[in-house]
């Protein structure tokens, strides 16, 4: 159980053109879902943290009319990259809480990733 | 401020044991976590404790004392394949995952 998928996996797109991140738990519901982001050899950072039905609530200097996100259900958020540039590029990373398991629910599980390129 | 310590990097011998430390400052606390991340993927979780004491999961266990504000991620019958950083993540008061920069264990045969 608690499995979180996302896509695309990898994405390369040009300068300017805007990209779209899906996370979706499997198989339970996420009310809570966040996003992260990793540049090479370095920590995770958290972006947002977005809750299903409503505003997504953004870290200290992160764009939030730049990283648009969407938890419209129990089981799908979206990040989308608007205008991106070449600085964008990193490893984004999204991960969901389960309500419904044993460790009342806090533990976080992770996406496997999507590897952005913007050239 | 809130400050999560661990140290950057390890290294161990296939078949040994290591112990990786993590002490911890935050404004509350509701639960430590181990997580694994390989290079180039995703962490994935190890364990989490909110009582003191040890968790024991297969080969890993993690300890916790919350009155000295440690953690501890003990690795056993160390595998080539546990080559990976290890994260030690701390929830506040708030329920926000403060996380440490990660331990780089390297395994030599």
């Known amino acids: 159980g608690a499995v979180v998928s996302q896509h695309p996996s990898r994405v390369i797109c040009k300068s300017g053109t805007s990209v779209k991140i899906e996370c979706r738990s499997l198989?339970?519901?996420?009310?809570?879902m966040f996003w992260y982001r990793q540049f090479p050899k370095q920590s995770l950072m958290l972006m947002a943290t977005s809750n299903e039905g409503s505003k997504a609530t953004y870290e200290q200097g992160v764009e939030k009319d730049k990283f648009l996100i969407n938890h419209a259900s129990l089981t799908l958020s979206t990040l989308t990259v608007t205008s991106a540039h070449p600085e964008d590029s990193s490893f984004y990373i999204c991960s969901a809480k389960n309500l419904g398991g044993q460790d009342m629910g806090e533990t976080q599980y992770f996406g496997p990733g999507t590897r952005l390129l913007v050239l | 401020g809130q400050n999560i310590d661990q140290p950057t990097e390890m290294t161990a011998t296939e078949g040994a044991i290591v112990q990786i430390n993590c002490t911890y400052q935050?404004?509350?606390?509701?639960?430590l976590f181990w997580y694994q991340q390989h290079a180039g993927e995703a962490p994935t979780f190890l364990s989490y404790?909110?009582l003191d004491g040890l968790e024991e999961k297969g080969r890993f266990s993690s300890f916790l004392s919350r009155s000295k504000g440690y953690s501890y991620l003990l690795l056993k019958e160390l595998q080539m394949k546990d080559s990976a950083s290890y994260l030690c993540a701390v929830s506040d008061s708030n329920y926000q995952l403060i996380w440490g920069a990660g331990t780089k264990l390297i395994i030599k045969p």
């Open positions: 935050t404004s509350g606390f509701n639960g």
């Open positions: 198989d339970f519901q996420a009310t809570t």
């Open positions: 404790n909110v």
